[in-house]
Nanobody
Framework: QVQLVESGGGLVQAGGSLRLSCAASGLTFRNYAMGWFRQAPGKEREFVASISWSGGRTSYADSVKGRFTISRDNAKNTVYLQMSSLTPEDTAVYYC???????????????????WGQGTQVTVSS
C-alpha cells in the first residue's frame, strides 16, 4: 500500500514562495509518474504539475507555467513543488498523487492517478 504525505503548506503573502514536499512510502515510487493537483473552495480539483517516473519530463498547467517547478528525488521517495510569484488565486488545498501507470511520462488527468495524499493548505494573502 502506497502512502503519500504532503507538507510545506502555509500562509504566504502575494509574491512570495513556498516549497511543498510529498513523501511516499513503498519501494515502487521511482517507477511511477507523480503529480500535484489543487482544489480551491467551491471549485473542482485541477491539475497543477506532473513529472515522469525518471524526472526527465514535466508538464504544467498554463496557470502555473513559469512560476511553479516540480521535481523529484527518487532516492528519498519525495516529490517537490516549488511555487513562486504566488497570487491569491493559488490559494487551495494541494494534493500529490501517484500515477497508476508504470514508467509513464507526465500525466494530467486525475483519473490517471490511483494514490492520493491528504492534502496541504496553501493560503496566499493579498
Amino acid at each position: 500500500q502506497v502512502q503519500l504525505v504532503e507538507s510545506g503548506g502555509g500562509l504566504v503573502q502575494a509574491g512570495g514562495s513556498l516549497r511543498l514536499s510529498c513523501a511516499a512510502s513503498g519501494l515502487t515510487f521511482r517507477n511511477y509518474a507523480m503529480g500535484w493537483f489543487r482544489q480551491a473552495p467551491g471549485k473542482e480539483r485541477e491539475f497543477v504539475a506532473s513529472i515522469s517516473w525518471s524526472g526527465g519530463r514535466t508538464s504544467y498547467a498554463d496557470s502555473v507555467k513559469g512560476r511553479f517547478t516540480i521535481s523529484r528525488d527518487n532516492a528519498k521517495n519525495t516529490v517537490y513543488l516549488q511555487m513562486s510569484s504566488l497570487t491569491p488565486e493559488d490559494t487551495a488545498v494541494y494534493y500529490c498523487a501517484q500515477s497508476r501507470y508504470i514508467a509513464s511520462g507526465p500525466v494530467a488527468r486525475s483519473n490517471d492517478y490511483n494514490y492520493w495524499g491528504q492534502g496541504t493548505q496553501v493560503t496566499v494573502s493579498s
